[in-house]
């Protein structure tokens, strides 16, 4: 299994541009969540999926957009990217069941210039 | 909402305990968590606890949780070089059923010297 995925790991963008950014888990995991990291502040759940088709906001969803349309994928789109958002962003994978350990993927270092 | 509370640095050195102590405001999270991050890495769970337990063992790792106090610790003996990471509390946010969702710390940095 190659666990969580993302890609890219870096990426730089100018203030207004898009993007998207890939997540995919062989895991066959009910669960994903975005979460950004920022220094002195932790993780912060940005959305999370309960399941295809299923998606709902967490702690700080503005500016971005997900979908989840297959057990697999989870995108996580930049709209209009803004300095604000430069961050590192991870995104997870959990079971629905048990002790719902979280399997995190290797991150994505974004900077919006 | 929920919020969970940890100190942002502790340093050791090398054959000491480490303690890292994290605070939360809801009572109701069935299982709290300790994860672990290496530097350039995303995060690995380390361990958890079920909140009907007050203390849990996993070798050089114990949890202490005071659900009176909200009170959730991690003590680490015998600490190496190679425990040098961040460590970050969690819990389950009240309301959130078993849907996966996680609050996090801010996270604590562990420096071990030797």
């Known amino acids: 299994n190659a666990g969580v995925t993302q890609t890219p790991k870096f990426q730089v963008l100018k203030t207004g541009q898009s993007m998207t950014l890939q997540c995919a888990q062989d895991?066959?995991?009910?669960?994903m969540s975005w979460y950004r990291q920022d220094p002195g502040m932790g993780l912060r759940l940005i959305h999370y999926s309960v399941g295809a088709g299923i998606t709902d906001q967490g702690e700080v969803p503005n500016g971005y957009n997900v979908s989840r349309s297959t057990t697999e994928d989870f995108p996580l789109r930049l709209l209009s990217a803004a300095p604000s958002q430069t961050s590192v962003y991870f995104c997870?994978?959990?079971?629905?069941?048990?002790?719902?350990?979280?399997?995190f993927g290797p991150g994505t270092r974004l900077t919006v210039l | 909402g929920e919020d969970v509370e940890q100190s942002l640095f502790l340093s050791v050195r090398e054959g000491d305990s480490s303690v890292i102590n994290c605070t939360y405001t809801?009572?109701?999270?069935?299982?709290l968590y300790w994860y672990k991050q290496e530097p350039g890495a995303g995060l690995q769970l380390l361990t958890y606890?079920?909140?009907?337990?007050d203390m849990k063992q996993d070798q050089r790792l114990t949890v202490l949780l005071n659900k009176k106090d909200k009170h959730l610790s991690l003590r680490i003996a015998d600490t190496q070089t190679g425990d040098s990471a961040i460590y970050f509390c969690a819990v389950s946010p009240h309301g959130s059923g078993n849907t996966g969702k996680l609050i996090f710390g801010q996270g604590t940095t562990l420096q071990v010297k030797p």
């Open positions: 895991m066959n995991h009910e669960y």
């Open positions: 606890i079920f909140s009907n337990m």
């Open positions: 997870a994978s959990s079971q629905a069941s048990g002790y719902n350990e979280q399997f």
């Open positions: 809801d009572s109701s999270s069935t299982y």
